[in-house]
């Protein structure tokens, strides 16, 4: 076999372990490791040591030496090159930081109170806790990025009310299910920071460019609440006065004052701070943490068992996602050296595709992915592959970004494998079935390919804030 067969080999057997259930980051380690071996074997540097030795040598020294000459294989030199690369990463550094504080703030009891607070300022509203569920969803997922953190709490706490309310199973489940994603596309998001450590991207430039389809979006979910509860009044009826309680103006800006803008500012400072200049995403984290902290400890929510269950949990994620790194890129050095990509690469241009071809393929390849894999996978091992090709269709990473973005979406909202379906189910009443979680689901699904085509239809969307803030 030649070495882009066996890159190519190395490649299904990868899919193949995958689908099997193997540990991915492990997985990615091994087969880089065992394949690196056969791509950087030299016998003469390798067992140079051991063919010196004469012919009295003793055993003890004659196994060391054969042992020393086995390890001295370019590979594990890679492998620790490699780690040490990820660990050292300024860029993964904002990681675990934004990620302490969406614990923080998960248990700083601040969603139920926002959630009440804007059930009764928009209760004129058409679908008034349908709009509340989505925006708490939109803000709280903005503050953590963790879906099943969010569609698990907002389905605790905003399902039951909704269905209390006498709103349609499904579409009170569509409407938690996909707010609890906008946290993966909306900055300060860790998602993009994944891909921003993987293809080389500015986060800032990240950030700014993904703001705009994040607002469209979720305008768009919030056209569709608005208007079907105008269209079918029956599926989310207007609340009583028992359900929601008239309120004065002073005691509402009071709530809102005190639930609303607590975690907007801290959104806004941390996104502000970066977008302006004013700190790298790594202090911004920094400062989020803190504030999470802060408004953990205002809230009186701040306990040693809580802030111990957020250091855990910090720390098991970020070690997964560094591990994939780890792993993704021991595994790309050797299916590049061996040839892979270079095979991968004159296989696309054979097919004559357009620009847009090349798209609607490389996001049909995610959207696809998306169902067996998380997202960080997907970011971390698939989509380097296609970052090489976009120079020869002439698209901008920064834009190729955003719509993969986008389209991890639909990686927790597309039955049969909706990951956000089946965390709602797991806290749902028992009559909620999952097929009415995954009808309700459909139409946001919709709404997210709208956003992709709007976003290609109008790519100022993306490049406007970052030529505004940094030039072009």
């Known amino acids: 076999m030649t070495d882009p067969q066996v890159a190519l080999m190395m490649l299904g057997i990868f899919i193949l372990l995958v689908f099997l259930g193997f540990p991915i980051a492990f997985t990615l380690m091994a087969l880089g490791i065992f394949f690196g071996y056969y791509a950087y074997f030299d016998a003469g540097r390798m067992w140079r040591s051991f063919n010196r030795l004469g012919e009295d040598a003793d055993t003890w020294t004659s196994t060391t030496t054969w042992i020393d000459g086995f390890f001295n294989n370019r590979i594990f030199d890679l492998f620790i090159n490699q780690t040490y690369t990820v660990m050292s990463n300024e ?8 990620l302490f504080m969406g614990y923080i703030v998960e248990r700083a009891n601040i969603v139920d109170r926002l959630f009440s607070t804007l059930n009764i300022a928009s209760k004129n509203v058409p679908g008034s806790m349908g709009v509340a569920a989505l925006i708490t969803c939109a803000l709280f997922a903005t503050a953590t990025g963790i879906v099943g953190a969010v569609v698990t709490l907002m389905g605790l706490l905003a399902l039951p009310a909704m269905l209390k309310a006498r709103y349609e199973p499904s579409f009170a ?4 299910c996909a707010g609890g994603t906008l946290g993966i596309l909306i900055p300060p998001s860790i998602m993009l920071i994944v891909y921003a450590a993987s293809s080389g991207v500015s986060i800032v430039r990240l950030y700014a460019g993904a703001l705009l389809p994040g607002l469209v979006l979720v305008g768009l979910y919030l056209v569709y609440v608005v208007g079907r509860s105008i269209l079918q009044p029956g599926i989310a009826p207007k609340p009583t006065k028992e359900e929601v309680p008239d309120v004065p103006f002073l005691q509402l800006a009071w709530m ?12 806004l400072a941390v996104l502000g701070s970066i977008l302006f200049g004013l700190a790298t995403p790594t202090e911004a984290a920094s400062i989020g943490a803190l504030g999470g902290m802060v408004l953990a400890v205002a809230y009186r929510a701040m306990t040693f068992q809580r802030l111990r269950e957020s250091v855990y949990l910090t720390v ?7 591990w994939l790194f780890v792993g993704s890129y021991t595994f790309s050095s050797v299916f590049s050296y061996l040839g892979g990509e270079h095979i991968i690469s004159e296989f696309v241009q054979s097919l004559d595709l357009t620009p847009l071809q090349f798209l609607l393929l490389a996001q049909l390849i995610i959207f696809l992915l998306g169902w067996p894999l998380e997202w960080s996978e997907i970011i971390i091992i698939f989509v380097p592959i296609f970052l090489p090709l976009l120079p020869l269709f002439g698209i901008d990473p920064l834009f190729f970004g955003i719509l993969v973005a986008l389209n991890l979406q639909t990686s927790f909202l597309t039955p049969p494998m909706a990951m956000s379906a089946y965390y709602l189910k797991g806290i749902a009443p028992p009559e909620i079935q999952l097929t009415q979680i995954f009808k309700g689901v459909l139409p946001f699904l919709f709404m997210v390919f709208v956003s992709m085509a709007l976003v290609y239809i109008f790519p100022d969307l993306v490049f406007h804030l970052p030529e505004v803030f940094y030039g072009r």
């Open 91 to 98: 860029v993964l550094t904002a990681v675990p930081l934004f």
């Open 173 to 176: 489940s569509g409407i938690i």
């Open 316 to 322: 098991r994620t970020t070690a997964m996602v560094c």
């Open 256 to 267: 809102l004052f005190t639930s609303f803008f607590p975690l907007a500012f801290l959104i």
